[in-house]
């Protein structure tokens, strides 16, 4: 089983609400991540989190507001995001935490998110 | 971070196979090619990843040059369901994947 599992699927928000993303799996990973991929460009490293510590922002908006409550949940948490925030929203995982070149990433079907 | 170039775009006839080559000149000795697919709107899938060796798996063969300056992603025969962005990445040591601008693979009948 290499599943990663996005909710919801599409979401519409307007830019005063706050919203949540969710991932999860049920591979025993340790690392996990959120890309960013906006239409006709790849995806974009976000954030890492490892052992469900944050190890690497690559200079995010503090709009978004990533959060580990445990070994098998990834949240993204949204507030006060701008249209061009729009994009859809990858969730991934792998085995091991930073360091271990060799352990295979799975993606999730992501999330789209649209910002009116 | 070792990066990559591919063509933009290619196109296969189904059933014939196609190769999608990647070149990856600045690669370091521990960093691993890993091949990635992104059929539309969908999430990337994880095709195959090698060191030196070449790979084969369920879905595809992966050729690495002796100098490992270069690969090959080999899908033995192509059908329309294969059609996507296909990228080749070079894992770095923070454990990242890095996409650059993939190529994407027209199979047409």
């Known amino acids: 089983d290499t599943e990663v599992t996005q909710t919801p699927k599409h979401l519409v928000m307007g830019m005063t609400n706050k919203k949540s993303l969710k991932c999860e799996q049920h591979?025993?990973?340790?690392?996990m991540y959120w890309y960013k991929q906006k239409a006709k460009k790849p995806p974009e490293l976000m954030f890492v989190y490892s052992y469900e510590k944050l190890s690497i922002n690559e200079s995010v908006p503090s709009r978004f507001s990533p959060e580990c409550p445990n070994s098998s949940l990834l949240n993204l948490h949204l507030h006060a995001l701008q249209p061009e925030d729009s994009a859809l929203y990858l969730c991934?995982?792998?085995?091991?935490?930073?360091?271990?070149?060799?352990?295979?990433?799975?993606f999730g079907e992501g999330s789209w998110l649209t910002v009116v | 971070d070792a990066k990559t170039t591919q063509p933009p775009s290619m196109d296969c006839a189904e059933g014939r196979a196609a190769n999608l080559p990647c070149n990856h000149s600045t690669i370091s000795g521990n960093e691993y090619v890993y091949w990635y697919r992104q059929i539309h709107s969908q999430g990337p899938q994880y095709i195959i990843h090698?060191?030196?060796n070449n790979e084969t798996n369920e879905m595809a063969s992966l050729i690495i040059t002796e100098d490992r300056k270069s690969s090959t992603l080999i899908l033995p025969h192509a059908t329309l369901r294969d059609t996507a962005v296909y990228y080749c990445i070079v894992r770095n040591a923070g454990n990242m994947l890095t996409f650059g601008g993939g190529t994407r693979l027209m199979v047409k009948p």
């Open positions: 591979m025993g990973h340790r690392a």
């Open positions: 991934a995982s792998s085995q091991e935490g930073a360091g271990i070149s060799g352990n295979t990433i799975y």
């Open positions: 090698g060191l030196k």
